[in-house]
């Protein structure tokens, strides 16, 4: 059979061998990182794409149980068709798979879109980028409603990539205290409002699951979202692409890099202390959230 993917080592697999080898991936960051316990309810956040697609079907297939309900989450951001068709696809793959989905949105949260709440705050003389806005939204709706239906963890999409990014950006503004946060699951800080998270994706290429989730013919729009063009992020993902081009193995190595670090950065930030937001009452390391400073500016 003609090989559909290369490892970095050389060798070349055929695609029963690659769905082989990219499950096995993530059945051993499963269980390496105790990702899951015996009796849990989980929810995975789901945008519509390839990522957390991948990530709720292969949660499904691995882990579900009679002990174990795993469920879907979405929330529309009403970004025009891009979010009409990520929640059709995810309401079809769901209806596919007989997994339970529950559906909310920033209109029920907020009372308004996303693209609505950026022109808010340009109106008022505050450019903050796309991205920075809907990340820390987004966030606060996902621990609330995943808190709100009790369930005792939360699936994110997160893949290598993602996270050698997250890496960069995290050392680039010196935020030694959010590296100590990162890893295959949430931590070391706890608050009784904040349901922790998992990423079973960790150690998956972006290329890979790409190739998993065409494989695999998952419902999925592939174009990124149409408001990344101004994205910190997308900055440190095209330096890594480069990097990546010429030295083949950079994200892994920064990512095996990290993990390596990971248990040093966690034991001297155990100490830190997540506060509740003194408007909302969510996790928050400051006085007041980054929601309610983004929604209080537009309310002001």
């Known amino acids: 059979m003609k090989p559909v993917h290369t490892l970095e080592g050389g060798e070349k697999l055929t695609k029963k061998g ?33 990522d957390s697609t991948a990530a ?5 297939k691995i882990v579900a149980n009679r002990n174990i309900k795993v469920e879907a989450m979405h929330v529309d951001q009403s970004i025009g068709e891009y979010s009409k068709v990520n929640r059709r696809n995810i309401e079809k793959f769901c209806s596919e798979q007989g997994i339970k989905l529950h559906v909310t949105s920033f209109r029920e949260f907020f009372g308004m879109a996303q693209c609505y709440i950026k022109d808010a705050l340009r109106d008022k003389g505050i450019n903050w980028k796309s991205c920075a806005i809907c990340g820390v939204l987004r966030r606060y709706i996902i621990n609330k409603f995943t808190r709100d239906l009790k369930a005792t963890r939360i699936v994110t999409g997160h893949n290598l990539d993602d996270e050698a990014q997250t890496t960069l950006m995290n050392l680039f503004n010196n935020r030694i205290d ?15 409002h904040f349901v922790p998270r998992i990423k079973p994706l960790y150690m998956c290429k972006e290329e890979e699951v790409l190739l998993y989730s065409k ?4 419902p999925v729009q592939y174009e990124p ?10 900055s440190v993902l095209k330096l890594l692409d480069e990097f990546e081009k010429s030295n083949k193995g950079t994200k892994s190595g920064i990512v095996n890099s ?8 966690k034991k001297n930030f155990k100490k830190g202390k997540i506060n509740s937001c003194d408007k909302c009452g969510e996790p928050t390391s400051g006085e007041v959230c980054n929601s309610c400073k983004i929604l209080g500016k537009i309310w002001k």
């Open 18 to 50: 690659f769905l082989k080898y990219f499950e096995k991936k993530v059945r051993k960051t499963i269980r390496v990182n105790k990702l899951v316990g015996k009796r849990e309810r989980i929810l995975v956040a789901c945008s519509g794409g390839k």
């Open 56 to 60: 709720l079907y292969l949660m499904n």
């Open 178 to 192: 959010l590296l100590a946060r990162q890893g295959p699951k949430s931590g070391p800080m706890k608050h009784r």
């Open 215 to 218: 494989l695999m013919k998952f």
């Open 225 to 234: 979202c149409p408001c990344r063009t101004d994205s910190y992020r997308l």
């Open 258 to 265: 990290y993990l390596e670090l990971m248990p040093l950065l």
